[in-house]
């Protein structure tokens, strides 16, 4: 069975940095497509960024620049570093993962975490 466990969440004042990390257990890490969604209050769940099978990335237009999404197959772990946080980006953060090489949509995504809150201040 597998199982996604987000970490990292946390307040932070508007400008620092922040690394959240997935943990993956119950399947093998490597060869399948991970990717970051967000939920923040009042709104839809958005891609943060998807990383397939290979480690190349896509970001979404607003994170560009300023978040990486990265992974360390030997240890089934998911990454995502924030950096230049901003309020707009207080959010629930979630984990998920694919059953193909590469994602496309968060329709690829089978697997979901349970999330973890990032709260920006100012």
């Known amino acids: 069975q597998v199982q996604l466990v987000e970490s990292g969440g946390r307040l932070v004042p508007a400008g620092n940095s922040l690394t959240l990390s997935c943990a993956a257990s119950g399947r093998t890490f490597s060869g399948y497509a991970m990717g970051w969604f967000r939920q923040a209050p009042g709104k839809d769940r958005e891609l943060v960024g998807f990383?397939?099978?290979?480690?190349?990335?896509t970001h979404t237009d607003s994170v560009k620049g300023r978040f990486t999404i990265s992974r360390d197959n030997a240890k089934n772990t998911l990454y995502l570093q924030m950096n230049s946080l901003k309020l707009e980006d207080t959010a629930v953060y979630f984990c998920?993962?694919?059953?193909?090489?590469?994602?496309?949509?968060?329709?690829?995504?089978?697997?979901w975490g349970k999330g973890t809150l990032v709260t920006v201040s100012s």
């Open positions: 990383i397939n099978g290979g480690g190349f990335t």
């Open positions: 998920a993962g694919s059953r193909l090489y590469s994602a496309y949509d968060k329709d690829d995504m089978y697997y």
